[in-house]
């Protein structure tokens, strides 16, 4: 792909029309190291806040201050609005305010090394999604490892992805964008969370099936990747439902297709990749929660039971609903579900990351 990147206060697109070193993870760890020193970023509290009404917890441990959940991607995403979905009723469920923090940068390898340097004293909690099975193939020199640097604390929800495209885009169906792609390669521009990235990995699957390549523009997090493709600054993108179904609904973006097997309750209308020509571009991005490894056992265990409260709760459900998604089923909100995921899902990933050279 050749990639841009945006300019952060203008969201213009400024290109620089070169494929972007992929291997910079020295400098990301470095970088991470030094954020873990400062602590968490700036952060906001989730929608809603617990009391000090908690009611005491699974593992017998009992939080007395505010929670952080960073979030790896910029304000306004997916990733982001997911966790600020279920960080009232976990804080709720532990008796104390759980804060979003969202420290962005290198396709979410940034928050995870930060975290995993963080005290593993359960208040410092990570939200990271399908980039942490990604990652140690694109960054060999990630200062952290997916799997031994974190505990995972349980799955959160899968959601699938849409390909959707600006109004002012001339393509208006799946076989039209296909067209219009090969018939410019390399120059039309598609919008992406960065390398490693969910949107990143779905560019990587249409390139590879249409045969053509894209213009990748980076963004710090698909929240303002999807304000760039609302004023058609950018031409078209591919992201999770839960962040496209509403602008999809209202009619300001075009959707070509959703990339699971069926189509989804939510958006009936939009076909699937394989209904639209498109069968290989099918993927499910998987969200999970991570502390750091050396978090002793009943800290983790009373995280984990606050997730199962907050995926039980049905305001959460119906919220998710509307979205196009679910919470994961009870069983695949634990620790041992989440790492069979993860470890499933590197190896899934790491052939075709290889194959695309990225
Ligand atoms: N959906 C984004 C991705 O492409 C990340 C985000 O902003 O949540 O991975």
């Known amino acids: 792909m050749h990639r841009e990147e945006t300019n952060p206060s203008t ?21 991470a190291l030094a954020l873990a020193a400062c602590g968490p970023g700036t952060g906001s509290p989730g929608p809603a806040s617990g009391g000090p009404a908690g009611t005491g917890t699974a593992g017998g441990w009992q939080p007395t201050g505010p929670i952080t959940i960073v979030v790896p991607f910029a304000a306004g995403g997916p990733t982001d ?7 009232g009723p976990m804080g709720t469920a532990l008796g104390q305010q759980i804060v979003v923090s ?11 090394g930060q975290v995993a340097a963080a005290p593993a004293d359960g208040y410092t909690v990570l939200m ?5 099975s990604t990652a140690p193939t694109l960054y060999p020199d990630l200062g952290f490892d997916p799997l031994t640097s974190f505990k995972t604390l349980g799955l959160v929800t899968e959601v699938p992805m849409t390909i959707v495209g600006g109004s002012e885009f001339a393509p208006n169906t799946l076989q039209e964008l296909v067209a219009h792609v090969k018939a410019n390669p390399g120059t039309v521009n598609y919008a992406n969370a960065g390398v490693g990235a969910a949107s990143h990995l779905c560019g990587l699957l249409i390139e590879q099936a249409i045969g053509a390549e894209l213009n990748e523009v980076e963004f710090e997090g698909t929240g303002p ?12 993108m591919c992201d999770q439902t839960t962040n496209t179904a509403t602008h999809i609904t209202a009619g300001t973006i075009k959707a070509y297709g959703i990339t699971s097997a069926e189509r989804n309750d939510a958006l009936p209308a939009v ?15 998987w969200h999970g929660l991570y502390v750091p490894s050396a978090t002793p056992d009943n800290v983790a265990q009373a995280l984990t039971a606050a997730l199962q409260t907050a995926l039980a709760d049905a305001t959460v459900a119906a919220e998710f609903a509307k979205l196009g ?18 470890q499933a899902e590197i190896e899934v990933w790491r052939p075709l990351l290889e194959a695309a050279e990225e």
């Open 271 to 285: 076909p699937t990749t394989a209904e639209g020509g498109l069968a290989d571009v099918k993927v499910q991005v």
């Open 225 to 236: 990747a999807m304000d760039d493709l609302l004023g058609n600054q950018v031409d078209f």
């Open 325 to 342: 998604t679910a919470p994961v089923a009870a069983d695949q909100a634990t620790p041992a579900a989440h790492t069979a995921k993860l």
């Open 81 to 87: 609005t997911v966790t600020r979905q279920i960080a």
């Open 11 to 31: 969201h213009a697109v400024r290109s620089v029309r070169q494929r972007a070193p992929v291997r910079l993870s020295a400098a990301i760890a470095a970088a």
């Open 128 to 132: 990271h999604h399908i980039g942490m």
């Open 102 to 112: 969202n420290v962005v940068g290198a396709g979410g390898t940034t928050a995870a």
